[in-house]
């Protein structure tokens, strides 16, 4: 095998990867967190953005804020706003866990610098997309309030998130491949009977994800039309999105059923792909388990962050499986001038 030596500083590559790592494990609880936001009915807590009542620290009884407090921020809005402290509370952590999440973006960003210097400027320049988009998102949170929750914008929300999650893992793969921590190389007639799997399945799990936003946009109509004594029959009243995104359901288990047989066979019940698959399958059984009860149990609200949650991993999994399957492509060929391992 031919030594690989990197052209860059190995203490820049690792602190590159440890400050990427802990932006990703960031933005996987700021989902989390989001999905409290919703899951709650949190997402008008603060009726106004960047402050909060005014205020750059939100109040905790309604006494603190002007009588015509409901004049003021329901003009602004075109509705109603009444003040519960508790959902407050919920939306401005959200929000302060979107600067933290923000700050370690700008972390990653600067340990890209270096690279700069070397023949990898690309990672710096995904570190940057990274961080602009970071930013848009927080515009585009903006938004979200300002309309008052429109389900398009939360749609558009949730794909945003997606994709920044998407540039840090391509990142942070592209480091690991220059870093000697080399993704598996696999044949090109594999490589070709898979690409169809992941690449399916991706775009099955995209689409399920955006649905399961549609079903909860339908739940938060529904559920200001019931109250939550109503909550027993949130999941019948929503209607044709609720059994679209059930039965969807079938295709993201066949897809990654699949693609997960096909890359244990290519492996040999060995690497970081086949344990990938098994983490993939064991988020899956949970993603189903938390579905069914989400659909027959009344839609326990402590549940709906952890099934999206889980949904963004399982899709980041088959995104970095992607990555793997197509590591010679995508990362070689781009990066001249290191020797392809024999």
């Given amino acids: 095998m031919t030594n690989l030596k990197p052209v860059i500083d190995n203490k820049a590559v690792a602190r590159y990867k440890r400050w990427a790592a802990w932006t990703l494990v960031t933005l996987y609880l700021l989902i989390l967190v989001g999905g409290i936001v919703r899951a709650t009915g949190a997402g008008m807590g603060c009726p106004d953005w960047p402050k909060c009542f005014g205020s750059w620290v939100p109040p905790t009884d309604v006494s603190q804020l002007p009588e015509n407090y409901k004049e003021i921020y329901g003009a602004k809005l075109k509705g109603e706003i009444e003040f519960n402290p508790v959902k407050t509370w919920i939306e401005y952590v959200n929000r302060l866990f979107g600067v933290f999440t923000g700050g370690w973006i700008f972390l990653t960003l600067l340990a890209s610098v270096p690279f700069l210097k070397s023949d990898r400027k690309s990672i710096f320049f995904l570190s940057l997309s990274a961080f602009l988009l970071v930013a848009f998102q927080g515009w585009l949170g903006s938004k979200v309030v300002s309309t008052e929750l429109h389900p398009v914008m939360i749609t558009l929300h949730m794909i945003l998130a997606i994709v920044i999650v ?20 696999v044949k090109e007639a594999d490589r070709r009977k898979l690409n169809t799997w992941v690449v399916g399945a991706i775009l099955i799990a995209t689409v399920q994800v955006i649905i399961g936003t549609q079903v909860r946009e339908g739940i938060d109509i529904v559920a200001a039309s019931l109250g939550y004594g109503g909550r027993g029959r949130w999941v019948e009243e929503v209607g044709m999105a609720y059994w679209v995104h059930r039965s969807f359901s079938i295709l993201v288990l066949l897809s990654v059923l699949g693609l997960g ?17 098994h983490v993939m399958w064991g988020l899956l059984a949970a993603e189903i388990v938390t579905g069914i009860i989400l659909g027959y149990w009344a839609v326990p609200a402590v549940l709906q962050p952890v099934h999206l949650t889980l949904a963004i991993i399982i899709l980041s999994i088959q995104f970095v ?5 197509n590591a010679n492509r995508i990362f070689e060929k781009r990066n001249t001038g290191i020797p392809a391992a024999s």
Avoid at 166 to 185: M, P, Q, T
Avoid at 264 to 277: A, D, I, P, S
């Fill in 261 to 277: 047989n096909g890359i244990k066979k290519l492996t040999g019940e060995r690497g970081v792909m086949n344990r990938l698959v």
């Fill in 321 to 325: 499986l992607f990555l793997f399957l």
């Fill in 166 to 185: 998407f540039v840090l893992l391509f990142a942070y793969a592209k480091v690991s491949y220059i870093d000697r921590i080399r993704l598996e190389k």
